[in-house]
């Protein structure tokens, strides 16, 4: 597989905590939404990708915490 943005085939998986929280100051009132990833990372451009596991993605869908 290449990258999506600048098809280079130097690409790696890597472990990651990531911390989305919602958008604005009332976002700030919510909880963090945590994901531990194995981000593909482009290790020519940055292009990163990786997908939200289906239990977060509701979080972030229907903005309500677990
Ligand atoms: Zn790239």
Redesign the pocket.
């Known amino acids: 597989m290449s990258?999506k943005?600048?098809?280079?085939q130097h690409?790696r998986n890597f472990g990651a905590e990531i911390a989305i929280h919602f958008p604005g100051l009332k976002g700030l009132e919510k909880p963090l939404v945590w994901l531990f990833p194995k981000p593909l990372v482009?290790l020519?451009?940055?292009?990163t990708e990786f997908t939200v596991p289906e239990e977060e993605l509701r979080v972030l869908a229907q903005g309500t915490p677990l």
Not at 5 to 8: A, G
């Open positions: 990258c943005s600048c098809q280079s690409q482009c020519d451009c940055g292009f």
